[in-house]
């Protein structure tokens, strides 16, 4: 990256018909977070805790610069890594909202420099359907 690169934003959502502590759990569960944003993950769900995923072999590593549980997370990944999954030095953060269906998760990844957004905003919502199908083969929380 060189600094006359602009750093911008990628973004995406998706509904699901579960609530948003399911939702959330999606984002700081490694069990959950195995299943569509990772091969593996080691997650600390606390303020400077530490958040690291495995792709095809590769990891990245980042901490947990804030947050607010079943609402809010955001994740600052280390910039000085060797990686191809995130962008080092980037701002990954994770939004939970409950709809009149269920809930909304929303990313917003901060800091991509022009050539990566696209493809980041591919891979992110591809990830997002595989969240969805994670999320739906969960049984069902009763009504409250």
């Not at 022009?114 to 990830?127: F, I, K, N, Y």
Request: hydrophobic letters at 40%; zero cysteines.
């Amino acid at each position: 990256m060189t600094f006359d690169e602009y750093l911008l934003e990628v973004r995406a959502g998706i509904d699901l018909d579960r609530p948003p502590r399911i939702a959330f759990d999606a984002v700081v569960e490694p069990y959950l977070l195995s299943q569509w944003f990772a091969d593996r993950a080691k997650v600390a769900a606390r303020r400077g805790g530490g958040y690291e995923i495995t792709r095809t072999g590769e990891n990245a590593t980042g901490r947990i610069l804030d947050l607010v549980p079943a609402r809010r997370v955001l994740i600052s990944w280390d910039p000085v890594q060797p990686s191809h999954i995130v962008v080092p030095g980037s701002e990954l953060e994770f939004f939970v909202e409950p709809t009149s269906t269920g809930s909304r998760v929303q990313a917003v990844w901060w800091k991509i420099p022009t050539a990566q957004t696209e493809p980041l905003a591919v891979d992110l919502t591809r990830r997002f359907e595989r969240l969805r199908a994670a999320v739906h083969r969960l049984p069902r929380p009763p009504a409250v």
